[in-house]
């Protein structure tokens, strides 16, 4: 008797999982015009072709413009506060924590994500549908902000300061988030970062 001949059958991809990774491509692809190019340029045609399916395979997922944007807002903002409400079990302890947490918060508004929230957000301002489907996932996210960066500066939840530090640590984190939307600022941001850590360890009494 011969040897029986091994065949290997190439094994198909589920259908479910190459859907799932149009939708997931379609999303990341929307969120990078949006950071990249503006409201204007993220229509299902062009998030198609940046993400190298169909426009057909696009309008199974996401029949309308308004459909994908719904979805790439929650994406965002899902995105957004699952890094706000990071562990903080890995923070060092002592004066170098607080630096961590101001770079951690600046760190969110600087990021893809923020840039493109940003493009929703100004067409939202005039666009009442669009602003009350954001305000809550922004509220949400701002909370889970300030949680964490509370946590970061006060971690034993003593210092009355402590609540305002964390809120202007985040309104701080948001300005250098949109002063860097049109160029590299990247050397001040770190100018202002060592500045503003040298007040609130001065400000919160740490050694």
Known sequence: ????????????????DRSRLTRERLLASTVDLLADHGWAAATVARVAEVAGVSRGAAQHHFPTREALITAALDQMFHDLTALAADDLDDLPAGPERIEVVVERAVDIYVGRNFRAALQVWAAAASDQALREQILPLE??????????????????????????????????????????TLS?????????VRTWVEQLTAALGSP
């Open 1 to 16: 008797m011969g040897r029986e001949r091994v065949v290997n059958v190439p094994t198909r991809e589920p259908q479910q």
């Open 139 to 180: 509220a949400k996210f701002a909370r889970a902000a300030h949680t964490m960066t509370l946590a970061g500066l006060d971690p034993e939840g003593t210092d009355p300061n402590a609540y305002r530090l964390a809120q202007a640590t985040l309104d701080l984190a948001r300005g250098l988030g949109l002063a860097g």
């Open 184 to 192: 590299d600022d990247s050397r001040r941001r770190a100018q202002v």
